[in-house]
T-cell receptor, first 113, second 112 residues
Framework: DAGITQSPRHKVTETGTPVTLRCHQT?????MYWYRQDPGHGLRLIHY???????DKGEVSDGYSVSRSKTEDFLLTLESATSSQTSVYFC????????????FGNGTRLTVT | SQQGEEDPQALSIQEGENATMNCSYK?????LQWYRQNSGRGLVHLIL?????REKHSGRLRVTLDTSKKSSSLLITASRAADTASYFC????????????FGKGTRLSVIA
């Protein structure tokens, strides 16, 4: 799986609690992404990073923050989880070259009750 | 908003038949990629076609791209039960390393 690990794989949390999902890569790739996948919506981009401490918002960034303090880790934080954030979250990585593909982790299934 | 839209949403065929999935997109692109997702797993890259290419092959996969119609198709020949998965197209805007935007996917079921 291209040296990319997501943790935890499953999490159940209550509305209003903070949650942090971790994406760890061993490929030294420059780009890292967080997507969420929901029925009827496909994959939607939350945030992405193009280098250490360099991040930008995606299509559905409201309610989420990210941090990348080192190349190998990209953290996604839900400051105060809501039921609408129940989803499967995927991390992906990419080399810096223009036409290189994304490599995905196996996802984190998050349930907010 | 979704850039790519796959068609059909779901497709069921017999083993050995060919499967064709289509993708339409809205804006100019740098390249178009197809990914596969098995149940409970992350997406896996299948094939990339550049905007100046019209057709590309990889094993049993054939991808076409028509930039004038802003559409692409993925053909899987001689399908197998193991091809059962969801297939997504993804595009990037016509400028540098912009993030990929994915469609909603086509769910393919290959019946043995």
């Amino acid at each position: 799986d291209a040296g990319i690990t997501q943790s935890p794989r499953h999490k159940v949390t209550e509305t209003g609690t903070p949650v942090t999902l971790r994406c760890h890569q061993t490929e030294n790739h420059r780009y890292m992404y967080w997507y969420r996948q929901d029925p009827g919506h496909g994959l939607r981009l939350i945030h992405y990073s193009y280098g250490v401490k360099d991040t930008d918002k995606g299509e559905v960034s409201d309610g989420y923050s990210v941090s990348r303090s080192k190349t190998e880790d990209f953290l996604l934080t839900l400051e105060s989880a809501t039921s609408s954030q129940t989803s499967v979250y995927f991390c992906a990585i990419k080399q810096g070259t223009d036409n290189s593909p994304l490599h995905f982790g196996n996802g984190t299934r998050l349930t907010v009750t | 908003s979704q850039q790519g839209e796959e068609d059909p949403q779901a497709l069921s065929i017999q083993e050995g038949e060919n499967a064709t999935m289509n993708c339409s997109y809205k804006t100019s692109i740098n390249n178009l990629q197809w990914y596969r997702q098995n149940s409970g797993r992350g997406l896996v890259h299948l094939i990339l076609i550049r905007s100046n290419e019209r057709e590309k092959h990889s094993g049993r996969l054939r991808v076409t791209l028509d930039t004038s119609k802003k559409s692409s198709s993925l053909l899987i020949t001689a399908s197998r039960a193991a091809d059962t998965a969801s297939y997504f197209c993804a595009t990037d805007a016509n400028s540098g390393n912009t993030p990929l935007v994915f469609g909603k996917g086509t769910r393919l079921s290959v019946i043995a």
